[in-house]
């Protein structure tokens, strides 16, 4: 079964800082990963996702991930934080295969902290 | 334009009592996914809509919990006999297909609270 792990349920930055947010999966077959952002009281927002093209992935905000299959890692970065990154970050897998139901299977999630 | 809406935002309720969330998908968006966000089992997913039909309800936790489709449109998730295990964020999301190369779209959410 496929499943996610993300290290860290807290991670602290100063503003200006690298955001480093690890992600780690497990799955039969490489998997589609997904990194999504959640603001308090809202629902989340996809901010970019590997389907097998490009291992390193560019999304919304600066951040960026690159797959790597021989760790079986998905780790997001941004050089450079921002208040407005604070917020929770959820990495999910969703299986490619004939059963490809778009189901997202999510980590537990990391809370980011951007200190002035 | 509109995105995904859920109602109501916020749902108290007593044990015991069936409660119904409704989620309003994207137009047009033939998938429609149920998950629930709660702080001992994180994001889980829960019932799955292609269409009006549900191929996936693998994540529903017990028959207390089902769900419809209606139209292709509108979707209702219903808790009989609520439990004080039930409360969480419900969320919905949907997308143009079937599959993860299609973008899931998110709702705000149903916080629901069993007391």
């Known amino acids: 079964a496929q499943s996610v792990t993300q290290l860290g349920s807290h991670v602290s930055v100063s503003e200006g800082a690298l955001v480093l947010l690890r992600c780690n999966y497990s799955?039969?077959?490489?998997?589609?990963l997904f990194w999504y952002v959640q603001y308090p009281n809202q629902g989340l927002q996809l901010l970019l996702k590997?389907?097998?093209?490009?291992?390193l992935v560019k999304g919304i905000n600066g951040f960026e991930a690159e797959f790597k299959k021989s760790e079986t890692s998905f780790h997001l970065t941004k050089p450079s934080a921002h208040m407005s990154d604070a917020a929770e970050y959820f990495c999910?897998?969703?299986?490619?295969?004939?059963?490809?139901?778009?189901?997202?299977?999510f980590g537990q999630g990391t809370t980011l902290q951007v200190k002035p | 334009g509109a995105g995904v809406s859920q109602s109501p935002s916020n749902k108290v309720t007593e044990k015991g009592k069936d409660v119904e969330l409704r989620c309003d998908p994207i137009?047009?968006?033939?998938?429609l996914y149920w998950y629930r966000q709660s702080l001992g089992q994180g994001l889980e997913f829960l019932i799955y809509?292609?269409?009006?039909?549900?191929?996936?309800k693998s994540g529903l936790p017990s028959d207390r919990f089902s769900a419809e489709r209606t139209g292709g449109s509108v979707s209702t998730l219903t808790i009989q006999r609520t439990q004080q295990e039930d409360s969480a964020v419900y969320l919905c999301?949907?997308?143009?297909?079937?599959?993860?190369?299609?973008?899931?779209?998110f709702g705000p959410g149903t916080r629901l609270t069993v007391t």
């Open positions: 999301a949907s997308s143009l297909g079937t599959g993860s190369t299609y973008e899931q779209y």
């Open positions: 799955s039969s077959v490489p998997p589609y």
């Open positions: 590997y389907t097998s093209a490009a291992t």
């Open positions: 999910a897998v969703s299986d490619r295969g004939s059963s490809n139901t778009g189901k997202l299977i």
């Open positions: 137009s047009g968006h033939t998938a």
């Open positions: 809509f292609q269409g009006n039909s549900a191929p996936d």
